[in-house]
């Protein structure tokens, strides 16, 4: 019910917005909303880690649609993501989620991926921070799927700092192939950031197992 109420007048605003910022703060008021009306129950720890200055690449598990409106809404800084182009396509929450997204990725297309990756790069020079979910997809029994290096090949290429982010809770909240949410516990944790200094192909392949193996860590203590 509460998804029916906010999203589709959301959705009509979003329409009539032409500037990124604006509508950012839409989409990002309306999920804090969901989370409120909801009672969903979220625990931000470590929100401290953040930097406090400069753009940052934040990394994140991805275990179900809800993932991305979650850590928007629960985050302590303006953060754009990168969405994959099915979501983008939805008729109501394509226009919420061009709002919020720095760009629309197509894995399958190798333009469209060379495409993301330098506008992931301008966006974090320009001192924007980007959220992004290297696994790519979900998983259809939740495990966490090899990360992509993209956003680490942009971060390091950049020397912005990447921020590992653990993410649990989501799937339960909504679970696969449904619309509906369900009572959930939500735990967001930041992890310590990693540098980004070494833009070569050791380097780039190094700081994506330092974020890999820091999330595993993290998720294996919950379990």
Request: with cysteine; charged share 20%.
């Amino acid at each position: 019910m509460v998804l029916a109420l906010l999203l589709p007048p959301l959705r009509l605003r979003l329409l009539f917005v032409r500037d990124e910022r604006h509508a950012y703060q839409l989409v990002r008021r309306c999920a804090r909303r969901v989370v409120m009306l909801s009672g969903i129950q979220v625990r931000v720890s470590h929100a401290e880690r953040m930097p406090d200055a400069g753009a940052s690449m934040l990394v994140s598990n991805h275990v179900s649609v809800a993932d991305a409106a979650l850590l928007v809404a629960m985050l302590p800084c303006d953060v754009r993501f990168v969405a994959n182009h099915i979501y983008a396509q939805y008729p109501i929450l394509g226009p919420i989620i061009r709002g919020a997204s720095a760009n629309i990725v197509n894995r399958s297309s190798w333009r469209s991926r060379a495409d993301s990756g330098q506008a992931m790069q301008d966006a974090l020079a320009s001192g924007r921070s980007l959220l992004v979910f290297p696994e790519g997809t979900t998983s259809d029994l939740g495990e966490m799927l090899p990360f992509r290096s993209g956003a680490f090949r942009a971060a390091a290429r950049t020397g912005r700092p990447i921020v590992p982010i653990a993410l649990t809770g989501t799937r339960e909240l909504m679970p696969a192939n449904s619309w509906l949410l369900a009572p959930a516990s939500i735990a967001i944790e930041v992890l310590p950031p990693i540098a980004a200094t070494d833009p070569t192909r050791d380097g780039i392949s190094t700081l994506t197992e330092q974020a890999t193996d820091a999330i595993r860590a993290a998720l294996a203590l919950r379990s």
